[in-house]
């Protein structure tokens, strides 16, 4: 009895996930465990394995496709069995590779001689397929290796989609070049016939002739060289957009800006990493220092480590604090609940295997969620000011600069000092600039004093 492969559920939060490839094919030999898709979330990327062993007998989605979780994206058994049982309604069912599928009869495989974009062909091709119902991953690869223009094909996947097998049957059914020839096509100005005077109707140099088609303002005009890149607003990127909008259109931010002397801090840093190794402490950060003293200033100004629903704000006792960070998927905002529990060493040892896991794609969904405040910190990009946006419903976030020199005057005297400006954006809807402005004053203190703070 063939067996289905899930869509696993990430985390609560997570209703579907986009199927980014399939790491093996119809026909493939899979043991219990073997990895035979990846999944991406809107905050990151896993592995699907096999639930059973057998042949991988058919495939329900095609890569791109973004499926409900706990949908049965394919099936495992043996080759020849029944999997209609398995299939999920409106999925497009692959049991064979997708290079042997025929192309439907109903639709025209045209001819598409690759030449560059801004040059026309002779006659003028409806977009049909690419531009108006997009094109899979794996049929947009294919067509840059045979050189077919996706955007003239009849896609025959669902809705129209162009798919490999629609991209294939084009490269059949165009003219073949020589090496030569296809460098001057490419080149522009010139076309190439349907067949050639090469052993096989290939197209040579010789057979190409001049577009005769091009109007003379045309060849006057300065053209572009190189194609334009479309990258699709999805996953994580298309999140980070959503809060992006979400947050500046419905809430009423301002930013307060303040710098502290961070001579003390810094001072004690260095004792802590000189005596790191001798009494077994973590390496203490500047960034895990301004968090613990945020911590302890939010449980005096409990009206900043609060969320804004609209019609009420909710202050919480305890603090769940957010730390944004830099992936190479987007901008992630892991939480470590319950922060206001650990101790500096404790809370150290707790951020870094937080953004490790970030950074590494392997987040736990769960993890991303329940923050009451957030820091972010760009200091260590040469940054000094910037207006951090509110992560919402969060009704503030501390935006962290980097170390800069600032006169101050001690004893009659102008000095240069080693500062760090913080940025604090409130909901103003909810959080007044007088409440905010004694936050980031008691929060400048405390970290002019960290050592005091560590003793309360």
């Known amino acids: ?76 058994g043996n ?24 192309v439907p009869a109903a639709v025209p495989a045209p001819v598409a001689v690759p030449v ?36 003239s094909l009849a896609g025959s996947g669902p809705g129209g989609r162009v798919i490999e097998r629609d991209v294939l049957a084009a490269a059949a059914t165009q003219p073949r070049l020589s090496a030569v020839a296809k460098a001057e096509v490419q080149r522009g100005g ?30 006057s005009a300065p053209v572009a060289s190189g194609e334009p890149v479309t990258i699709p607003l999805k996953g994580i990127r298309k999140l980070i957009a959503q809060r992006m909008r979400d947050s500046l259109s419905g809430t009423a931010q301002i930013t307060l800006n303040m710098s502290f002397d961070a001579t003390e801090l810094l001072a004690y840093r260095a004792k802590v990493k000189d005596q790191a190794e001798a009494l077994g402490l973590p390496n203490i950060t500047v960034n895990d220092l301004i968090a613990f003293v945020v911590i302890k200033t939010l449980r005096q100004h409990p009206d900043l480590n609060a969320h804004f629903l609209g019609d009420r704000t909710v202050q919480y006792p305890y603090v769940n604090l957010g730390i944004a960070t830099d992936t190479e998927r987007g901008l992630m905002v892991p939480v470590l609940h319950g922060a206001d529990k650990l101790s500096l060493s404790a809370l150290s040892n707790a951020i870094k295997p937080l953004i490790k896991a970030c950074q590494g794609g392997a987040i736990n969904p769960d993890l991303l969620t329940g923050g009451t ?61 007088a409440p905010a402005a004694r936050f980031l004053k008691a929060l400048c203190t405390g970290l002019e004093h960290v050592e005091l703070m560590l003793a309360g």
Do not use: Y
């Open 190 to 219: 010139l076309t190439a016939p349907a067949q050639g005077s090469g052993p096989g109707g290939m197209v040579l140099a010789a057979d190409l002739t001049a577009k005769s088609a091009i109007a003379p303002a045309a060849v």
């Open 79 to 102: 080759p020849g069995e029944d999997v209609a049982g398995l299939r999920p309604s409106g999925a497009a069912a692959t049991s064979a590779p997708a290079a042997a599928a025929p």
């Open 1 to 76: 009895m063939a067996t289905a492969v899930i869509m696993p559920r990430q985390g609560q939060s997570v209703e579907s996930c986009i199927l980014v490839e399939w790491l093996v094919q119809v026909g493939a030999k899979v043991e219990v465990g073997t990895p035979v898709a990846s999944i991406e979330t809107d905050k990151a990327v896993f592995e699907v394995e096999s639930p059973a062993a057998g042949t991988l007998i058919e495939l329900f989605f095609e890569a791109g496709a973004d499926i409900p979780v706990l949908t049965n994206i394919a099936a495992i």
């Open 373 to 433: 405040f957030t820091i972010t910190n760009m200091g260590m990009l040469g940054i000094e000011s910037f207006t951090p946006v509110l992560n919402v419903p969060e009704v503030a976030i501390l935006g962290v600069g980097g170390l800069f020199l600032k006169p101050v005057l001690k004893h009659g005297e102008v000095k240069h000092v080693q500062a760090i400006n913080l940025s604090l954006t409130v909901d103003h809807q909810t959080v007044d600039g």
């Open 116 to 151: 560059p974009a801004t040059v026309s062909t002779e006659a003028p091709v409806a977009v049909v397929g690419a531009a108006a119902s997009g094109i899979s991953p794996r049929a947009r690869r294919v067509a840059a290796e045979k050189g077919v223009d996706p955007a």
